[in-house]
C-alpha cells in the first residue's frame, strides 16, 4: 500500500494520467519481473468500501492468476457503414459495443494493448482510461461472444448522435458506453449496460443478457435443475451457500396452441429493465404444464415447512387462499427462485394485462429480491428505492439482521431462522389479505341489499355491486436482509440504524420502514427484537395487519414504538423523536411554537391587567356619578 501527493510530484502524476483525486491504481509485476506495470484504476464510481476493494482486488488477482493481462484485444474497431448494420439488427450473432468519446488514434486496440505500460491520457475523455485497461481482459473473458468498438468522434459523431450517446458534455464528465447489440432474430435492439465498469460485473452482465434473449425453453426437469430447492428437514448451510447470486427465475408459461404471435412480442422490452437490475434475474418460457403441478405442490411443502417446529402453532393448508393468489390466465409469469417454496403468479385476466409492459416490468421489479439477501452498498438503493405507488406500499417493511462472520454456528442458525421467518409470514401475510377481501366483498353485499330495502333506484345497487375490490397485492410486504457488524458498520451507521447509543450484537434485528425514518429494535412482547420466528414474525404481523392480529396463547403484548434513524436521543428521551424525525424544520417548528405560545400568554396578561384597569377605573368614575347625582337630589 503506497500514497503519492500529486502536487508535490506533478510530473509524475501528470505521466500515469492522473486527472482526479483520490485515485486508487493497481500495479503488477511486468512480464520480466524485474518492474511494475499498471493493472488498473478503481472505478471513479464505485462505493469506497472495505467489501468493495477486496471483491476489486480479488477479481484483479484472478485476472493475474490466469496470465490474461498479456492477452491481445479481441474484436475489431467499427466502421460507420459496420454500425449501422448492428443499428438496424443486421447481424447473425450479438455484439458487445463499447462507444469512446475518442479520436481515431486513441481508439485502436493497438492503444489499448500499450495502455497498461504507456499510460498516456484520452484526450477529450478522463474516465475512458479506465475502461481502456480493462476491455482487452473483458473481450477475453467473453470467448464465446463478439466484441469491438466504435469512436464517436470525427465523422461517427452523427452516429452517437443518433444513438443519444450524452458525449457532447466536458471531458471530466464524459465516460464511454457499452451496448450489446441483438438480431432481428432477437427483436433486433440494443440494450445499453448501466452499472459500474467494474470486470466481473461487465461480464456477467454479457453472459446474463445473452441468456435472457435467447428466450429459452423450459421444462419441469430443466427448471429443477437450473434452482437451488430447500431442504426443509436439514436448512441450508450458510458457508456454501446462499450463492450470493441467488437466481430469480420468471417463466413466461402459455399453452402451445392457444397462444397468439402478439403475446410473444413483450419479449424484447423486457430484456433493458430486466438488465438494469441489481439482482440476478433470468426470464426463461415453457408450455410445460407441469409446471402448475409444480406451484401446487410448492404451496404444500411450505405448508408442511412452516409446521415443522413443536412450538409452532399449526396452519392448515387454506385451499380458496391458494387459489386467491395462483389463479389467472394463460399466457402469464410464474417466478422461481432459490430457496424458496412461496408460489408468486402473475395474475392477469385480459390478453391486454400480458401484453402491457410497464404492469409486467412492475412485476417483475416488485419480485425480484432473493427470499433472504445480504445488504450491500451496491444493491441498497434497489431496496430502498423512490416510492412508486403503482409497485409500492407506504407501510412496507425490511427486517435487517445483524450477522458476525466470525460465528459459524450463530450465523447458519440465524440464517435459517430468517428463511423460516419468511416462510411462514407469507402464509399470515397471504391469509390477512385475503381475509381482507372477502370483508370487503361482505360490506358490499351488504350495502346493496339495504339498498334494495330501502327501495333506492336500481342504478345506484348496481353501481355500488360494479365497484371494483382492490386485491390488495401490495400491502403487507416485507423483505428481509442480513448485514455482517464487522464488515458493513460504515453502511449502518450512515444510515443512521447504528450509532453510539444503539449497539447491536449477532442475534438482533432491526425492522424498518422502506419509505421512511422508522425503526423498531423491541418486538411486540417488549424485548428486543431478536432473530427467532416468533420475535420477528408476531412483530411484523403486528405492525403491517394492527386490526386482525391475534396473540400467541399466555403472551402479554405491547405496541412496539418506533424510533427514528439517526436519533441522537436515549430511550427515556424517545419522545422528542417526533420532532427529530423532520430534522432541523421540526426544531425551528417547535420553538417558533413555543415563542408563539409565550407571546400569547405575555398578551393575555397584558390584556387582562388593562381589562382590570378599565374595570376598576369604569367602577370609579360610575361611584362619582352616582354621589354628583345624589347631592343634587339632597
Not at 459495443?97 to 479520436?103: A, D
Amino acid at each position: 500500500m503506497r500514497q503519492v501527493d500529486c502536487a508535490a510530484n506533478g510530473d509524475f502524476c501528470g505521466k500515469q494520467s492522473i486527472n482526479s483525486y483520490p485515485t486508487l491504481r493497481l500495479y503488477g509485476p511486468s512480464e520480466d519481473n524485474t518492474s511494475y506495470k499498471l493493472i488498473t484504476t478503481y472505478p471513479s464510481g464505485g462505493k469506497r468500501t472495505p467489501q468493495n476493494f477486496l471483491k476489486f482486488l480479488r477479481s484483479q488477482y484472478d485476472d493475474l492468476k490466469n496470465d490474461r493481462f498479456n492477452l491481445p484485444v479481441k474484436g475489431e474497431v467499427l466502421t460507420e457503414e459496420k454500425m449501422l448494420k448492428l443499428m438496424n439488427g443486421d447481424i447473425e450473432e450479438p455484439v458487445l459495443v463499447s462507444f469512446w468519446p475518442t479520436t481515431d488514434k486513441e481508439t485502436t486496440l493497438k492503444y489499448f494493448e500499450d495502455v497498461h505500460s504507456n499510460p498516456i491520457s484520452f484526450k477529450n475523455c478522463y474516465s475512458c482510461f479506465n475502461l481502456a485497461v480493462l476491455w482487452s481482459r473483458i473481450t477475453n473473458r467473453l470467448p464465446d461472444l463478439e466484441t469491438a468498438v466504435f469512436n464517436c468522434g470525427g465523422t461517427n459523431s452523427r452516429v452517437c448522435q443518433a444513438l443519444n450517446l450524452p458525449f457532447n458534455v466536458n471531458r471530466a464528465q464524459v465516460s464511454p458506453e457499452i451496448y450489446m447489440f441483438l438480431p432481428n432474430s432477437h427483436g433486433g435492439i440494443r440494450v445499453k449496460y448501466n452499472h459500474d465498469l467494474v470486470i466481473s460485473d461487465i461480464v456477467d452482465w454479457s453472459e446474463r443478457l445473452l441468456a435472457n434473449a435467447q428466450a429459452e425453453e423450459v421444462t419441469l426437469d430443466s427448471l429443477a435443475e437450473k434452482m437451488t430447492l430447500l431442504n426443509p428437514a436439514k436448512g441450508l448451510d450458510f458457508f456454501k451457500g446462499p450463492d450470493p447470486n441467488q437466481k430469480q427465475v420468471f417463466v413466461y408459461y402459455y399453452e402451445e396452441g392457444s397462444d397468439a404471435p402478439e403475446d410473444f412480442e413483450i419479449w424484447p422490452h423486457l430484456l433493458q429493465p430486466i438488465m438494469d437490475l441489481t439482482t440476478n434475474t433470468y426470464i426463461y418460457r415453457s408450455k410445460d404444464s407441469q409446471l402448475e403441478d409444480l406451484l401446487d405442490k410448492k404451496y404444500k411443502k411450505l405448508i408442511d415447512y412452516i409446521n415443522q417446529p413443536d412450538f409452532e402453532p399449526e396452519r392448515p393448508l387454506n385451499r380458496e387462499t391458494y387459489l386467491a393468489r395462483t389463479i389467472t390466465s394463460v399466457p402469464t409469469f410464474l417466478v422461481f427462485k432459490d430457496n424458496n417454496m412461496i408460489p408468486t403468479v402473475y395474475q392477469n385476466f385480459s390478453p391486454n394485462e400480458i401484453r402491457d409492459v410497464k404492469k409486467v416490468v412492475n412485476f417483475i421489479e416488485q419480485n425480484q429480491f432473493p427470499l433472504v439477501d445480504r445488504l450491500t452498498t451496491d444493491n441498497y438503493e434497489s431496496y430502498f428505492p423512490k416510492f412508486n405507488p403503482q409497485i409500492h406500499d407506504k407501510d412496507e417493511k425490511i427486517v435487517i439482521s445483524f450477522f458476525s462472520s466470525d460465528n459459524k454456528t450463530q450465523t447458519t442458525n440465524d440464517y435459517n431462522q430468517l428463511l423460516f421467518v419468511q416462510h411462514s409470514y407469507d402464509y399470515i401475510k397471504h391469509q390477512n389479505r385475503f381475509d381482507l377481501i372477502e370483508k370487503a366483498r361482505a360490506d358490499k353485499t351488504d350495502k346493496s341489499e339495504q339498498l334494495k330495502g330501502e327501495g333506492m333506484d336500481p342504478k345506484e345497487i348496481i353501481k355500488v355491486l360494479s365497484k371494483k375490490i382492490d386485491h390488495l397485492n401490495n400491502v403487507g410486504n416485507v423483505l428481509t436482509v442480513y448485514v455482517d457488524l464487522a464488515d458493513d458498520r460504515k453502511l449502518l451507521e450512515k444510515t443512521g440504524w447504528i450509532s453510539s447509543r444503539t449497539k447491536y450484537k449477532p442475534g438482533e434485528s432491526i425492522i424498518v420502514t422502506r419509505f421512511g425514518k422508522h425503526y423498531w429494535d423491541r418486538d411486540v412482547f417488549g424485548h428486543k427484537l431478536m432473530t427467532t420466528a416468533q420475535s420477528l414474525r408476531e412483530t411484523l404481523s403486528y405492525l403491517l395487519f394492527p386490526s386482525t392480529y391475534i396473540p400467541p396463547e399466555k403472551k402479554t403484548t405491547v405496541r412496539p414504538s418506533p424510533r427514528v434513524a439517526g436519533s441522537p436521543y436515549p430511550d427515556a428521551f424517545a419522545f422528542v423523536d417526533i420532532i427529530h424525525q423532520y430534522g432541523l424544520f421540526g426544531y425551528l417548528l417547535i420553538i417558533t411554537s413555543v415563542i408563539g405560545v409565550y407571546m400569547l400568554i405575555k398578551s393575555h396578561r397584558r390584556r387582562s391587567r388593562k381589562a382590570k384597569f378599565l374595570s376598576h377605573r369604569s367602577h370609579k368614575e360610575g361611584f362619582q356619578d352616582a354621589y354628583i347625582e345624589l347631592s343634587k337630589h339632597d
